[in-house]
């Protein structure tokens, strides 16, 4: 469904290539912001983990377990960084985020600089978003935003990791505060693509549509080619009624992206408003 996509959303840090797999059947769903943003919390993932890691073939697990030996025993900082890196970007290949969050995490304790945080941090945060069990995003996203934290400490103006940060409150028991970071960034850049996107979902998902139509129009006035954002335009039309616009958004984003899956999810709607 439509509401359990976009939570997905949410819990995944805009997880780009999902957005377009949204299926057709749109929800009338009227509670407060607060409040489904606390049921999201609550709410599995669509797509765990688990369900889209590769696994490793034998020649990369001889290479893994080999890597892991080396790491153990290395009696220098440069080595186990060497290590360390080279297990996390073989995690990475295999979309096992949790995994590779972890080598990332040992380089940023051996080597703490912005970087190796927000690397970190960033790794944590797509691990967060794949979780299915609600303990283990809640892990996934401490960690996240432990790293995220110490990026922010060392560099305020970072706004992609504070709106990353933000995220990551909302599958906690006080969702309000990450949605005051998000708006506190716009404060600060009325103009942030990122933050502006992320209010727009969050109306979305707690059914103030003509909220996200507000949100969605003044993203797209200044980032025409954000194509998620034009299609999400499309939908929060159709949920107030207004099916012309909707069209009309729909339209665009297949003139926009000519990816089949993309395509076949626009012409469903369009099929819809015939």
Do not use: C
Not at 204 to 228: I, P, W
Request: aromatic share 8%; glycine share 4%.
């Amino acid at each position: 469904m439509l509401r359990t996509r976009i939570i997905l959303l949410i819990s995944a840090a805009v997880l780009v290539v999902l957005l377009f797999s949204l299926p057709r059947v749109v929800v009338d769903n009227k509670k407060e912001e607060v409040a489904q943003t606390e049921e999201a919390a609550e709410t599995p993932s669509a797509k765990d983990e688990s369900m889209h890691n590769d696994t490793f073939d034998e020649k990369t697990e001889e290479k893994v377990a080999q890597l892991k030996e080396n790491l153990a025993v290395a009696k220098n900082i440069e080595k186990s960084i060497t290590f360390a890196d080279s297990l996390a970007e073989l995690y990475l290949a295999a979309n096992k985020y949790d995994s590779a969050a972890k080598f990332f995490e040992i380089i940023a304790e051996k080597q703490p600089n912005k970087a190796n945080w927000l690397k970190t941090g960033n790794t944590y945060y797509e691990a967060y978003g794949f979780a299915m069990d609600k303990n283990k995003q809640e892990m996934l996203g401490a960690k996240a935003r432990e790293y995220f934290n110490k990026v922010l400490t060392e560099d305020a103006s970072d706004l992609s990791a504070k709106n990353k940060l933000a995220m990551t409150y909302l599958s906690t028991s006080n969702p309000m505060q990450g949605i005051m970071m998000l708006r506190d960034i716009l404060e600060t850049d009325p103009k942030n693509e990122e933050a502006m996107f992320n209010l727009g979902i969050l109306s979305m998902q707690s059914g103030q549509y003509d909220k996200a139509v507000e949100r969605f129009s003044g993203l797209v006035a200044v980032y025409h080619n954000n194509t998620q954002a034009q299609f999400f335009l499309g939908v929060s039309y159709l949920e107030v009624g207004n099916k012309e616009k909707a069209k009309e958004q729909f339209n665009l984003v297949k003139s926009m992206d000519k990816d089949p899956s993309v395509q076949a999810t626009v012409d469903s709607y369009l099929e819809d408003l015939k």
